[in-house]
């Protein structure tokens, strides 16, 4: 598989999740272990540039897909523009959701979903911030969107 743009071969347990392959494996921990059931978003990455929540995701399955995490957003030393917008419109408290909500707005963007902050609302609703930051994360998801 190829993650954040570097090719790797592993050979792993076929119950891993690709949450632990990157976590535990490849030591990528921005990728966030919430409720491990799915249901947060917090470990949303890209794979082949969809969206997934990485703890219901076998690793082995996932055998030459291209992963992207929110390690491997920014190019160059320059953050990505939605991560320069979470920022921008102060999109966080606590920053435990953060990562999975920036590779969200990634794909939601990239999806065409961000016309609205309804549709933004609608499509982001997987992931859950405890801090209800919801505004600037609306906020920054809308900007980046009408920046792109």
């Not at 119950?15 to 921005?30: A, F, I, K, N, P």
């Not at 990728?31 to 082949?48: P, R």
């Not at 957003?73 to 953060?98: E, K, M, N, V």
Request: hydrophobic share 40%.
């Amino acid at each position: 598989m190829t993650v954040n743009g570097a090719g790797t071969t592993l050979s792993v347990d076929p119950r891993l999740s690709l949450l632990d392959l990157l976590r535990e494996q490849l030591h990528l921990t921005g990728t966030k272990k919430g409720c491990n059931q799915g249901a947060c978003g917090a470990c949303t990455v890209l794979v082949d540039g969809r969206r997934v929540v990485s703890c219901l995701a076998l690793a082995v399955l996932h055998q030459g897909a291209k992963v992207t995490t929110i390690e491997g957003l920014s190019q160059d030393g320059q953050l990505h523009p939605l991560q320069a917008a979470f920022i921008a419109h102060d999109a966080f408290q606590c920053g435990y959701c953060t990562a999975g909500q920036i590779m969200s707005g990634v794909a939601c963007i990239a999806e065409g979903h961000a016309a609205t902050p309804e549709d933004i609302q609608f499509w982001m609703s997987g992931n859950i911030c405890r801090c209800a930051a919801y505004h600037g994360i609306n906020a920054a998801v809308a900007y980046a969107a009408r920046e792109a």
